[in-house]
């Protein structure tokens, strides 16, 4: 599954982990959503 497709069919998540969400990951997905 690429990033593409999991953002698509999203669905809610209510646990989160601690761990910090890598820089070039949110890059991607903010371009993916403009």
Known sequence: M????AI???RSIRK???TP???DLL???FDIAL
């Open 2 to 5: 690429d990033l593409y497709d």
């Open 8 to 10: 698509k069919g999203r």
């Open 16 to 18: 989160f982990k601690q």
């Open 21 to 23: 969400v890598a820089k």
């Open 27 to 29: 890059e991607k997905i």
